[in-house]
């Protein structure tokens, strides 16, 4: 049955049904289906989508549409991550944002949500993040954890920058580093000088524990 909803939520990404994927978010949280095993599964489909476009089989409207339907099932799965993990122990802080240029903001939103439930307070920043608006972010609110996320070869540079720009203020030492998206490798995050990278949300989670040694 579990997989049966997954499928139909997965569909419904597949072709860009907005309604669909809502309401089959709704039928996977009252059947009390996993909600990180929703988004594992809604990833895959937005996956497939941009593959189809990166190949040239699929077209701008393909990933707007696909885009569209996850966003409108996310909130409804992110609640209930939120709800099952809402036991609050405060790990830590983290300020979060997709950088400048970019506008990708599913997998972003994705680590905050599961940053929340596992008890970080998390001040996400959102998308198109200026390397000035990191920087102020991580003094206002006293981060122990800068969490960057690109998802295009042309905005990762991006990263580097608002690591440079915290080194010229004085700042790099304050905060630990953490970046991701799927723009990525641990190459690249390792030629920058971030404390750590991971493909995967969950794996954000448990590197955002082991950068504050809990
Ligand atoms: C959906 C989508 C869009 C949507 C975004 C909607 C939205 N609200 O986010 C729209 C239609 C707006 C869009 C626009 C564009 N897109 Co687009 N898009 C995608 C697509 C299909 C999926 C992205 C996504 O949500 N993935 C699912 C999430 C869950 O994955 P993720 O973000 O990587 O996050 C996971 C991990 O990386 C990790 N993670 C994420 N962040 C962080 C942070 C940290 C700290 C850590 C540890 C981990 C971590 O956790 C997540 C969960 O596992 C990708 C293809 C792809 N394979 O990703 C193309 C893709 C990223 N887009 C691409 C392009 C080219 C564009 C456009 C330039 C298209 C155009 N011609 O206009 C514009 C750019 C707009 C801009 N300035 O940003 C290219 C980029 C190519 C490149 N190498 O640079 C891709 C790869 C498609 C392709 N195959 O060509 N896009």
Redesign the pocket.
Known sequence: MSTDVLEELKKAILTYNREGAASWARKAVQEKIDPVEA??V??VA??Q???????GELW?PD??G???A??SAMPIIEEEIKRVGAKRESVGTVV?G?VY???????????ATLLTADGFAVNDLG??VTAESFVQGIAENKADIL??????????PEQRKVIETLKKEGLRDNVKI???????TQDFADSIGAD?????????VK??RRLVGK
Not at 49 to 55: E, L, P, T, V, W
Not at 196 to 204: K, S, V
């Open positions: 988004l594992d809604m990833t937005i996956r989508i941009g593959d189809g476009f990166g190949k701008l990933l707007v696909a885009a569209a996850m966003t979060i997709t240029g970019d506008i990708h903001t599913i997998g972003k939103t994705m680590v998308i198109n969490a960057m996320s690109a998802l295009m070869t042309t905005t990762a953490m970046v991701g998206g799927g723009a990525i750590g990278y991971d493909p995967t949300a969950p794996g954000a590197l955002a």
